[in-house]
């Protein structure tokens, strides 16, 4: 490597590492609800140029669904059974009370809506898609072709439609091919496939050898004091109950944005528990996504060989992707999308390179390919419409990078961590 190649790398690092994430989390707390909080589309950023002589012909794309209410039902009917065993036993503080009647005013519109994309998150996705065209217009002109998948969940499939038809609004003549099967989780979302597709890599499942996420929670996060906050006694709780009360309560302060516009939950708690909360939630996200980077190999596979596929076929215009947090991140991670994939030395080291508040609702990440007169082809990643880097690669420009420096770092990777028959 040359010396400025080095310094440029090194530049990379620094950027993708940040130190001042809880003063980010701090000066705008909506990023504390991380994977539960929903995109914002007042940070759509202005994308780098492209190089002399370079134009942009492809998109590969994964998006995570657009908004949703709680994906898991307990969020809700868990909340209200505790909040109404409660009142009967004549437990809940004054704040208590009055939280537990907002809440029991509240909860059962999202709970009958469980895991139902919002109409918050259509708007996301139909965003989302005309920014891409307006980006990239050369890309989408004519009557080009666009695939496009999705996982067989509602909220997945009904935000493809919403990203389709922002941008078939900047081209009606768009070609689209619209699918979501059973079969296709094995691209989408590869672990949550049916049985009988899954495939096994070297390496998955292998967790980090740091504390445990329930004993950073409990050494950082001082539970006790919220439940003081809204309980007088707690001994109604059953042993380890208590804990997921306030996973499910946490889960619903940073997801409820998502539906309801009014800041009717944001009392619950302090600013310090907000960051403490955050970054133990964050640490777990990056334990999970770590460990489980290796089994989306399916799907990076499926970008490689779809790409490569389009680079002689000038009709295609994009192959869109709709799926979950949890494939996205660990995409990221196994990519190493900003730095997501650096192991931590520390739990407390964990925020510095992975922020959960990155796959938001809508999260999207965009691989755009660019080709000049003599064929030669490049590519640049694009994180929630803003620049992304990969700082394991030598950018040519900003964060444009070879095609083929990306092939040879991916195929080194890919024959590190082969399949495994189980």
Same mark, same amino acid.
């Given at each position: 490597?040359?010396?400025?190649?080095?310094?440029a790398?090194?530049?990379?690092?620094?950027?993708?590492?940040q130190?001042?994430?809880?003063?980010?989390?701090?000066?705008d707390?909506r990023k504390?609800?991380g994977?539960?909080?929903p995109h914002?589309?007042?940070?759509f950023g202005?994308l780098?140029k492209?190089?002399?002589g370079f134009?942009p012909?492809?998109?590969?794309h994964?998006?995570?669904?657009?908004?949703?209410?709680?994906w898991n039902?307990?969020?809700?009917?868990l909340l209200?059974?505790?909040?109404e065993?409660?009142?009967?036993?004549?437990?809940?503080?004054?704040?208590?009370?009055?939280?537990a009647?907002r809440?029991?005013?509240?909860?059962?519109?999202?709970?009958?809506?469980?895991?139902?994309?919002?109409?918050?998150g259509?708007?996301?996705?139909h965003?989302?898609?005309?920014?891409?065209?307006?980006?990239f217009?050369?890309v989408f002109k004519g009557?080009?072709?666009?695939?496009?998948?999705?996982?067989?969940?509602?909220?997945?499939?009904?935000?493809m439609g919403?990203?389709?038809?922002?941008?078939q609004?900047g081209n009606p003549?768009? &070609?689209?091919? %619209?699918? +979501?099967?059973?079969t #296709?989780?094995?691209?989408?979302? @590869?672990?949550?496939a049916?049985?009988?597709l899954?495939?096994?890599?070297?390496g998955?499942?292998?967790?980090i050898?740091?504390?445990?996420?329930?004993?950073?929670f409990?050494?950082?996060?001082?539970p006790?004091?919220?439940?003081?906050k809204?309980f007088t006694?707690?001994?109604f709780?059953?042993?380890?109950?208590?804990?997921?009360? &306030?996973n499910e %309560?946490? +889960?619903?302060?940073? #997801?409820?944005h998502?539906y309801? @516009?009014?800041p009717i939950?944001?009392?619950l708690f302090t600013?310090?528990?907000?960051?403490?909360?955050?970054?133990?939630?964050n640490?777990?996200?990056a334990r999970?996504?770590?460990?489980?980077?290796?089994?989306?190999?399916?799907?990076?596979e499926?970008?490689?060989?779809?790409?490569e596929?389009?680079?002689?076929d000038p009709?295609?215009?994009a192959?869109l992707?709709f799926?979950h947090d949890?494939?996205?991140?660990?995409?990221?991670?196994?990519?190493?999308?900003?730095g997501?994939?650096?192991?931590?030395?520390?739990p407390?080291e964990?925020k510095?390179w992975f922020q959960n508040?990155n796959?938001?609702?809508?999260?999207?990440?965009l691989?755009?390919f660019y080709?000049?007169?003599?064929g030669?082809i490049?590519?640049?990643?694009?994180?929630?419409?803003?620049?992304?880097?990969l700082?394991?690669l030598t950018?040519?420009k900003?964060?444009?990078y070879?095609w083929?420096?990306f092939?040879a770092?991916t195929?080194?990777?890919?024959q590190?961590?082969?399949e495994?028959?189980?």
């Amino acid at each position: 490597m040359t010396i400025l190649a080095g310094l440029a790398l090194s530049c990379l690092l620094v950027q993708a590492q940040q130190y001042n994430v809880l003063d980010i989390v701090k000066a705008d707390a909506r990023k504390a609800h991380g994977m539960e909080g929903p995109h914002r589309l007042d940070e759509f950023g202005t994308l780098s140029k492209a190089p002399n002589g370079f134009k942009p012909f492809y998109i590969s794309h994964y998006g995570r669904h657009g908004s949703r209410y709680a994906w898991n039902s307990d969020t809700y009917s868990l909340l209200h059974k505790v909040f109404e065993k409660a009142a009967d036993k004549g437990v809940l503080t004054p704040y208590g009370k009055d939280f537990a009647k907002r809440y029991q005013a509240f909860y059962m519109t999202p709970y009958i809506n469980t895991g139902d994309l919002t109409p918050l998150g259509f708007e996301q996705h139909h965003a989302i898609g005309t920014f891409t065209y307006e980006q990239f217009p050369q890309v989408f002109k004519g009557r080009k072709k666009v695939d496009a998948l999705s996982s067989t969940g509602q909220r997945c499939i009904v935000s493809m439609g919403a990203f389709t038809l922002g941008l078939q609004s900047g081209n009606p003549k768009l &070609i689209m091919d %619209l699918q +979501s099967s059973h079969t #296709g989780m094995a691209i989408i979302a @590869p672990p949550s496939a049916p049985r009988q597709l899954r495939k096994h890599f070297k390496g998955e499942n292998q967790e980090i050898t740091l504390e445990s996420v329930e004993d950073f929670f409990t050494r950082t996060c001082a539970p006790q004091e919220l439940l003081n906050k809204l309980f007088t006694d707690t001994s109604f709780f059953k042993e380890g109950e208590e804990l997921t009360f &306030i996973n499910e %309560l946490w +889960s619903l302060y940073c #997801g409820y944005h998502n539906y309801e @516009p009014r800041p009717i939950f944001d009392d619950l708690f302090t600013e310090d528990q907000v960051l403490k909360f955050w970054e133990a939630d964050n640490y777990m996200s990056a334990r999970i996504d770590i460990r489980d980077r290796y089994k989306v190999f399916p799907l990076l596979e499926d970008i490689i060989a779809k790409a490569e596929a389009s680079f002689n076929d000038p009709n295609q215009a994009a192959h869109l992707r709709f799926g979950h947090d949890y494939i996205l991140e660990s995409l990221s991670t196994l990519l190493d999308i900003n730095g997501m994939g650096t192991i931590p030395a520390t739990p407390e080291e964990a925020k510095y390179w992975f922020q959960n508040y990155n796959i938001p609702m809508a999260a999207t990440l965009l691989f755009v390919f660019y080709k000049n007169k003599k064929g030669e082809i490049l590519f640049k990643p694009v994180l929630n419409e803003n620049d992304a880097y990969l700082p394991q690669l030598t950018p040519v420009k900003d964060n444009f990078y070879r095609w083929a420096d990306f092939r040879a770092w991916t195929d080194k990777l890919i024959q590190e961590h082969p399949e495994e028959k189980q």
